[in-house]
């Protein structure tokens, strides 16, 4: 499917039932759970998230990347894990035999995958950085984003592995950028939620050069979310 809204509700728009039951329940249950650091395990990885960085185990989309990633051949492939919070799945395609560069703008990411990587013996070069600032002339075989889902200002770092900008500047930026390192041959990945404007989304792509294919979707707790590959025009 290319450049459409997966079936189900109408993306963009979450029920009312399901956004208050985020807003009264999870959410306070997850601002207090995450004020301290926290073990995680993902297959034979483990991992420590501290304050202030996105958790892959209280939310699916890390885990059906990290899933996906790992039933990839990477062998001596480049590989760039692009806003890698905890570094989960930087990790999963370190242990495949990828190259792996980790990226994120937030110095408290960078420092949590640095040592989760210590913490499993496995190499990863980590980077602090906006996007693909400071990627320039560098190619990647394999490019893999989680991106921030919602159209609001981040006040601050944390608060981007959430917010995308009230008009999407995070993707317009992505798409703009993206060039920059998608050489002929790169295989981007990029799971959305059906909580975004997919639609809008589709459109910068487009603008860019760029359209999104489904590869799959996964229906969890009520939630849809599709896994794209970023393809050229």
């Known amino acids: 499917?290319?450049?459409?809204?997966?079936?189900?509700?109408?993306?963009g728009k979450m029920t009312a039932f399901?956004?208050?039951?985020?807003?009264?329940?999870?959410?306070?249950?997850?601002?207090?759970?995450?004020?301290?650091?926290?073990?995680?395990?993902?297959?034979?990885?483990?991992?420590?998230?501290?304050?202030?960085?996105?958790?892959?185990?209280?939310?699916?989309?890390?885990r059906i990347l990290a899933d996906f990633i790992s039933?990839?051949?990477?062998?001596?492939?480049?590989?760039?894990?692009?806003g890698c919070g905890?570094?989960?799945v930087g990790m999963?395609?370190?242990r495949k035999g990828a190259i792996v560069t980790a990226t994120d703008i937030s110095a408290?990411?960078?420092?949590?995958?640095?040592?989760?990587?210590?913490?499993?013996?496995?190499?990863?070069?980590?980077?602090?950085?906006d996007l693909f600032d400071g990627l320039q002339g560098r190619h990647f075989d394999v490019i893999?984003?989680?991106?921030?889902?919602f159209p609001k200002d981040a006040r601050n770092d944390a608060e981007r592995a959430w917010y995308a900008g009230v008009n999407y500047e995070y993707f317009k930026k992505f798409f703009s950028q993206l060039p920059r390192t998608n050489d002929q041959g790169t295989a981007?990945?990029?799971?959305?939620?059906?909580?975004?404007?997919?639609?809008?989304?589709?459109?910068?792509?487009?603008?860019?050069?760029?359209?999104?294919?489904?590869?799959?979707e996964y229906r969890r707790a009520g939630e849809i979310l599709t896994l794209f590959e970023i393809q050229k025009l």
């Open 188 to 216: 981007v990945y990029m799971i959305l939620s059906e909580d975004c404007d997919l639609k809008n989304i589709f459109a910068l792509a487009r603008q860019a050069g760029f359209q999104l294919q489904s590869l799959n």
């Open 86 to 88: 905890s570094g989960l």
């Open 92 to 94: 999963v395609a370190a």
């Open 71 to 82: 039933e990839l051949d990477l062998t001596g492939r480049k590989f760039l894990d692009l």
């Open 18 to 62: 399901r956004k208050k039951l985020l807003n009264k329940f999870w959410k306070p249950i997850v601002a207090f759970y995450l004020k301290s650091p926290r073990k995680f395990k993902y297959q034979d990885l483990q991992l420590l998230i501290i304050p202030g960085v996105f958790h892959p185990g209280l939310f699916f989309s890390s």
């Open 108 to 129: 408290t990411a960078i420092a949590c995958a640095k040592d989760n990587a210590i913490i499993n013996r496995l190499s990863l070069e980590t980077m602090r950085t």
């Open 1 to 11: 499917m290319s450049d459409h809204a997966t079936p189900g509700m109408p993306h």
């Open 144 to 149: 893999a984003v989680n991106p921030p889902y």
